[in-house]
């Protein structure tokens, strides 16, 4: 018996060990969790229940150059109710209220929300979803309800805010305006002003407090932000709307007509290098023209005819060739290593000068001009292309700019045909931003300046940042030259391969151009050549203010491929609407001469006025209009019967003045 009693106190004594070694190890746990692990836990335990939600900030407006608004952000809201939160007193007395407040804001009857919001009450919904895309003034209006203005804990409101991006003007510029946002990969994709000055535009991101109350459901802790979010700047662009609208509908006009794959326009203001409008318009399968690529910035691609600018320019500057210096088209056809140059127009032009065969678009003439002149030095023309900055980019702060082509001496394109083939834009890559460059340099009578797209950054009414013009090349040539190129240009327009766009009405002054694509890949639609169709130039031509490109890609070949009846109408279209449609001030010549008889009727009328009159004057003889300013002075009612002077009155002369006395006059 006594082993037994012995064997049992053994066990108790073993359990109340256990015992006292698991109630040890609970409170070491215990002291664990408390002293060494409870931040960790009670953060952990935060972050599964509370935590900071990201509000991004508004971006930026964009506006062009004349205040229009490009681009701007709305604020976009969402409104929720915790049917749980309102006690049932708060909820009793408001629901009424607030069923009329949300009926007469929203649309739906006051019965409808009644119902919705007491099922919500009653079926414990924390999330129920009131109404979506409000606009600030309604989500204000929607905050001050019965119920709601109690707030979020007391009231049961949940307000969610997101950010929209609106262009007002809608499609037109779209590409250039731009657009910076995350794919579906998580990578930003940026694009247009938008992108290229997001550090301005994006301002600083704000935090919001919110508690966890359901599975992937979260509330504000509170009204307030935790950190409020920073507005952008406001970005100030060159783009003008109203140049923007005629470029844009200008070019869709005739993509639509030629059935082109795309195409592009670019309007730049001379002496700035603003650029007042640029479309880039793109064909879809179903036909429809949109702006799915940059292609002034982007597309690099050989220029064609509208680089011989070029080669008129060195030829003269470097005194190689004069416009009169006269050279034999080869009956349209010359062979350099046995390739062949030949001229559009069969059988060539006979003998012709300089200046015809550029105003005519001979490959010929400028093809052997360059040749012949730059054969024995031609780093001496290569040099003159890159001291204009066509061998690279042009720097532009908008994202995707296209890489130039220019065969470098002993590089790995140059070849024997490199010169003459240059000479009239093959073997060379251009975009049509570059081409454009150039132009406006001729226009900007040889100082050549950085396309712009951006004025200046602004907070409100402050200037944070001023863009300024930016010189590429102060003179890119003699002015003597530049007289002789701008003449050959007007010409050109007047009587060469553009006669067909000009207009004695307003001046104009370009180059028009015509390039095979994919030439190399055989002949026919289906190896993949086409036509590029172009028109570079400014105008006025004599006072040049606006430089333009147009560049129209693979026009239906049934209906014409030639740079002056694809390209050349855009052009034509673009300066005749701001030509004819700009308000013009007409100045009024001799303002101050004196005429002798208008003076002795005003000095008749004057003296008559000084005299203090009791009684009716004689104003037999004056004029209607002289008359009734001199009766009606005196406080006389007038009536007029006929057009002219006055024959007869009504109240005779020497009558005493009553005081609204009613006097009729006859005229003839």
């Given at each position: 018996?006594?082993?037994?009693?012995?064997?049992?106190?053994?066990?108790?004594?073993?359990?109340?060990?256990?015992?006292?070694?698991?109630?040890?190890?609970?409170?070491?746990?215990?002291?664990?969790?408390?002293?060494?692990?409870?931040?960790?836990?009670?953060?952990?335990?935060?972050?599964?229940?509370?935590?900071?939600?990201?509000?991004?900030?508004?971006?930026?407006?964009?506006?062009?150059?004349?205040?229009?608004?490009?681009?701007?952000?709305?604020?976009?809201?969402?409104?929720?109710?915790?049917?749980?939160?309102?006690?049932?007193?708060?909820?009793?007395?408001?629901?009424?209220?607030?069923?009329?407040?949300?009926?007469?804001?929203?649309?739906?009857?006051?019965?409808?929300?009644?119902?919705?919001?007491?099922?919500?009450?009653?079926?414990?919904?924390?999330?129920?979803?009131?109404?979506?895309?409000?606009?600030?003034?309604?989500?204000?209006?929607?905050?001050?309800?019965?119920?709601?203005?109690?707030?979020?804990?007391?009231?049961?409101?949940?307000?969610?805010?997101?950010?929209?991006?609106?262009?007002?003007?809608?499609?037109?510029?779209?590409?250039?305006?731009?657009?910076?946002?995350?794919?579906?990969?998580?990578?930003?994709?940026?694009?247009?002003?938008?992108?290229?000055?997001?550090?301005?535009?994006?301002?600083?991101?704000?935090?919001?407090?919110?508690?966890?109350?359901?599975?992937?459901?979260?509330?504000?802790?509170?009204?307030?932000?935790?950190?409020?979010?920073?507005?952008?700047?406001?970005?100030?662009?060159?783009?003008?709307?109203?140049?923007?609208?005629?470029?844009?509908?200008?070019?869709?006009?005739?993509?639509?007509?030629?059935?082109?794959?795309?195409?592009?326009?670019?309007?730049?203001?001379?002496?700035?290098?603003?650029?007042?409008?640029?479309?880039?318009?793109?064909?879809?399968?179903?036909?429809?023209?949109?702006?799915?690529?940059?292609?002034?910035?982007?597309?690099?691609?050989?220029?064609?005819?509208?680089?011989?600018?070029?080669?008129?320019?060195?030829?003269?500057?470097?005194?190689?060739?004069?416009?009169?210096?006269?050279?034999?088209?080869?009956?349209?056809?010359?062979?350099?290593?046995?390739?062949?140059?030949?001229?559009?127009?069969?059988?060539?032009?006979?003998?012709?000068?300089?200046?015809?065969?550029?105003?005519?678009?001979?490959?010929?003439?400028?093809?052997?001009?360059?040749h012949n002149s730059y054969k024995d030095n031609p780093s001496q023309f290569i040099d003159r292309i890159n001291s204009y900055g066509f061998n690279k980019p042009l720097g532009l702060p908008i994202e995707g700019e296209g890489i130039p082509v220019i065969p470098q001496v002993n590089g790995p394109r140059?070849?024997?045909?490199?010169?003459?083939?240059?000479?009239?834009?093959?073997?060379?890559?251009?975009?049509?931003?570059?081409?454009?460059?150039?132009?406006?340099?001729?226009?900007?009578?040889?100082?050549?300046?950085?396309?712009?797209?951006?004025?200046?950054?602004?907070?409100?009414?402050?200037?944070?940042?001023?863009?300024?013009?930016?010189?590429?090349?102060?003179?890119?040539?003699?002015?003597?030259?530049?007289?002789?190129?701008?003449?050959?240009?007007?010409?050109?327009?007047?009587?060469?391969?553009?006669?067909?766009?000009?207009?004695?009405?307003?001046?104009?002054?370009?180059?028009?151009?015509?390039?095979?694509?994919?030439?190399?890949?055989?002949?026919?639609?289906?190896?993949?050549?086409?036509?590029?169709?172009?028109?570079?130039?400014?105008?006025?031509?004599?006072?040049?203010?606006?430089?333009?490109?147009?560049?129209?890609?693979?026009?239906?070949?049934?209906?014409?491929?030639?740079?002056?009846?694809?390209?050349?109408?855009?052009?034509?279209?673009?300066?005749?609407?701001?030509?004819?449609?700009?308000?013009?001030?007409?100045?009024?010549?001799?303002?101050?001469?004196?005429?002798?008889?208008?003076?002795?009727?005003?000095?008749?009328?004057?003296?008559?006025?000084?005299?203090?009159?009791?009684?009716?004057?004689?104003?037999?003889?004056?004029?209607?209009?002289?008359?009734?300013?001199?009766?009606?002075?005196?406080?006389?009612?007038?009536?007029?019967?006929?057009?002219?002077?006055?024959?007869?009155?009504?109240?005779?002369?020497?009558?005493?003045?009553?005081?609204?006395?009613?006097?009729?006059?006859?005229?003839?």
């Amino acid at each position: 018996m006594a082993i037994e009693d012995k064997s049992i106190s053994y066990r108790i004594y073993l359990f109340a060990l256990m015992v006292v070694i698991i109630v040890i190890a609970i409170v070491v746990k215990l002291t664990n969790i408390q002293w060494v692990e409870g931040d960790y836990y009670r953060k952990l335990a935060k972050e599964r229940s509370v935590k900071n939600f990201v509000i991004p900030a508004n971006k930026g407006n964009i506006y062009s150059s004349d205040g229009s608004l490009l681009a701007t952000s709305i604020p976009n809201y969402k409104i929720r109710f915790d049917a749980l939160a309102p006690t049932d007193v708060n909820f009793n007395s408001n629901i009424n209220a607030l069923a009329d407040s949300l009926s007469g804001l929203l649309g739906k009857s006051s019965n409808e929300y009644r119902t919705s919001l007491t099922r919500a009450r009653t079926l414990k919904n924390r999330y129920y979803l009131i109404a979506r895309d409000l606009s600030y003034t309604d989500y204000i209006r929607i905050k001050s309800f019965p119920l709601f203005k109690l707030g979020a804990y007391k009231g049961g409101i949940i307000v969610e805010q997101e950010t929209v991006r609106e262009h007002p003007i809608g499609k037109i510029a779209e590409r250039t305006i731009g657009y910076e946002r995350v794919d579906h990969n998580g990578k930003t994709r940026i694009a247009g002003i938008e992108g290229a000055f997001g550090k301005y535009l994006n301002g600083k991101d704000g935090k919001i407090l919110k508690q966890r109350i359901a599975k992937g459901q979260w509330k504000p802790l509170r009204d307030n932000n935790e950190v409020e979010p920073q507005d952008g700047y406001d970005i100030v662009s060159t783009i003008d709307v109203y140049i923007q609208d005629i470029a844009h509908h200008a070019l869709l006009k005739q993509l639509e007509y030629y059935e082109a794959d795309h195409g592009s326009v670019v309007v730049m203001e001379c002496a700035t290098g603003e650029i007042k409008a640029i479309a880039n318009l793109g064909r879809e399968t179903n036909g429809n023209y949109y702006e799915k690529l940059n292609y002034a910035i982007g597309e690099s691609q050989e220029p064609g005819s509208t680089f011989k600018l070029l080669d008129l320019i060195a030829l003269l500057d470097d005194k190689k060739a004069d416009t009169s210096t006269i050279y034999d088209t080869n009956g349209g056809e010359v062979e350099y290593y046995r390739r062949k140059v030949r001229d559009s127009h069969k059988g060539g032009y006979g003998k012709i000068s300089l200046a015809k065969g550029f105003e005519v678009s001979s490959n010929t003439v400028m093809a052997q001009a360059i040749h012949n002149s730059y054969k024995d030095n031609p780093s001496q023309f290569i040099d003159r292309i890159n001291s204009y900055g066509f061998n690279k980019p042009l720097g532009l702060p908008i994202e995707g700019e296209g890489i130039p082509v220019i065969p470098q001496v002993n590089g790995p394109r140059w070849s024997g045909i490199a010169l003459p083939w240059m000479a009239y834009g093959y073997g060379v890559s251009v975009t049509p931003m570059q081409m454009l460059t150039l132009y406006n340099a001729v226009a900007n009578d040889g100082e050549m300046v950085k396309p712009i797209f951006v004025k200046e950054v602004k907070e409100w009414n402050k200037t944070i940042k001023k863009f300024e013009k930016e010189i590429i090349n102060p003179r890119i040539c003699s002015p003597e030259t530049i007289l002789k190129v701008k003449a050959v240009l007007e010409n050109t327009v007047k009587n060469g391969t553009g006669k067909k766009l000009y207009s004695k009405d307003f001046s104009m002054a370009g180059k028009t151009g015509t390039a095979q694509v994919n030439y190399g890949k055989g002949k026919g639609a289906e190896s993949g050549m086409y036509y590029s169709s172009s028109f570079a130039g400014y105008f006025p031509a004599d006072k040049p203010k606006y430089s333009c490109i147009v560049i129209i890609h693979k026009p239906s070949r049934e209906k014409g491929i030639y740079g002056a009846d694809v390209a050349g109408p855009v052009f034509k279209r673009i300066a005749q609407k701001i030509f004819t449609d700009s308000p013009t001030t007409n100045e009024v010549k001799n303002l101050k001469k004196k005429d002798a008889k208008q003076e002795a009727s005003y000095e008749s009328y004057y003296t008559s006025m000084q005299k203090k009159q009791n009684v009716i004057p004689n104003v037999k003889g004056m004029t209607g209009m002289d008359a009734v300013a001199l009766l009606g002075n005196l406080g006389l009612r007038v009536k007029i019967i006929g057009v002219g002077k006055v024959q007869n009155q009504s109240v005779l002369p020497g009558n005493k003045i009553d005081k609204n006395t009613l006097i009729t006059l006859e005229l003839s």
